[in-house]
């Protein structure tokens, strides 16, 4: 019933920035989570950023993204950013745009951002690559 679709990787050097962009089409009026994840060969899928976007747009962010990537969106549009600066080798993965429909408390919402079962529909993946 919705479909993501990710854009914007590719192949940059260490200190760039680089912008994906996660395109929800279909039936996308009850999605309230959408989440950046990333893998890399060998290591598991782990949340980079995700946000509320119609519950108070609260953010959250991986640790190691900390300080470097924010997260963005418009829900009218149904799209979706991550802008990702001072990009490190490490940052090499895929990237995937999830969403969900569940509504949490906010006392949960951080946990529940964090977990791949929050997140009901998932994008293909978009490749960044970080050469040093």
């Known amino acids: 019933q919705v479909r993501l679709v990710e854009s914007g990787g590719g192949l940059v050097q260490a200190g760039d920035s680089l912008r994906l962009t996660c395109t929800l089409s279909g039936r996308t009026s009850n999605i309230y989570l959408v989440g950046w994840f990333r893998q890399a060969p060998g290591l598991e899928r782990d949340l980079v950023a995700a946000?509320?976007?119609?519950?108070?747009?609260?953010?959250y962010y991986g640790d190691s993204v900390k300080g470097r990537f924010t997260i963005f969106g418009d829900s009218t549009k149904s799209t979706v950013f991550l802008q990702m600066t001072s990009l490190r080798p490490e940052d090499s993965a895929q990237y995937y745009c999830?969403?969900?429909?569940?509504?949490?408390?906010?006392?949960?919402?951080?946990?529940?951002?964090?977990?791949?079962?929050?997140?009901?529909?998932w994008g293909q993946g978009s490749q960044v690559t970080v050469s040093s």
């Open positions: 999830a969403a969900g429909t569940s509504l949490f408390r906010r006392a949960e919402q951080e946990v529940a951002a964090r977990r791949r079962e929050s997140y009901e529909f």
């Open positions: 946000i509320y976007w119609r519950g108070g747009d609260e953010t």
